[in-house]
């Protein structure tokens, strides 16, 4: 018996909330007395693997077909289910994303599992298995008792700390009998975007609102985000008017990030806004209104014009790191 989790990688380099994912599923799989499994899919050299040890997996299940370097929802779930009857798991391990959201829901229903999604925190066992996970957009907190025997568990991105310790993992094959439909879906062409930092990993956020009035003053928003080595992000208006890239956009019908710090220059503070950024461990709000509404959910606030207040932040990280 073991808990297993989903890893995900880009073009065999894992991702860092993949090594959360392994962390949790280990921190799980130690109060059930057992261990956690790492399940590995696609192209990824071994000493990545063995470094999934590190964060606590006993274990790697690997299966090395070329097919899995892209998402395929149907073939992932057959190997989670394959994988988790193998292993007589009762807890199933995902992230709360893109690629969690197409997986996790089918592996349950195929398990007959619980499923509880966004997870913050690790289950408290003491009275049952409760989970702490958002609600209302980041509002509010909920704590889910999953009484199912075999539970699937998402997690959310960034939510669980990551501590690199020491540990070996064994890897050993898995065999999964695929079906041709498990492949229906065909990939013509990635657009990779490159030279940013990946706004779901990154620890420093600089954002911007319908307050910098256009695209032809972001130059103060990534003049600033590449003085701290921080990734830039966007309101939806700003993205709806093609100021910025969608996948910049944050909120409730956008991307969520949890970094450490999360800069809003003249971003009002909507709740659809807060829906994808509440969850940072520092907020800082530049906006000209004392009124705005971000101000409420900021730990530090700027009252004052994002074109002077911009370029002096700019200015001053410059001098902190010469
Ligand atoms: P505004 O509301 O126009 O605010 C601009 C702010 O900039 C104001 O507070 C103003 O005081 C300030 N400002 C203006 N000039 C300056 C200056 N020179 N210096 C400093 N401050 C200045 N929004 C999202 O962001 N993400 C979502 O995912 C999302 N999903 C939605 C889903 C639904 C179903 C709906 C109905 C709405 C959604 N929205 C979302 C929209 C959301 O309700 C707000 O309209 C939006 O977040 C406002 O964007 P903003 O703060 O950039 O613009």
Redesign the pocket.
Known sequence: MSVIVLVEHTEGTIKKKSLEAVQYAADIAKKLGTTATAIVAGNVAESEMQNLGNYGAAKVLYIGDNRLNQLHARAFTRILVTAARQEGSPVIVALHDVNGRAIAPRVAVQLKAGLVSGALSSPDMSDGFVVKKSAFSGKAFAFVNVTSQVKVVMLAPNSFPLVKGEGSAVIENLTVAFDEKDFGVTVQSVDQITGEIPLSDAELVVSG???M?GPENWGLIEGLAKELGAATAC????ADAHWRPHHE??????GTVRPNLYIA??????I??L??VSGSKTIVV????PE?PFFKAANYGVV????EVLPRLTEAVKKFKA
């Open positions: 609102g319908r307050g009035k309101s939806r208006p700003v956009h944050v909120g409730q019908t956008g220059a003249g971003i009002s503070g909507a659809q806004h829906a994808g530049i906006n000209k209104d705005a004052g014009d994002v074109m």
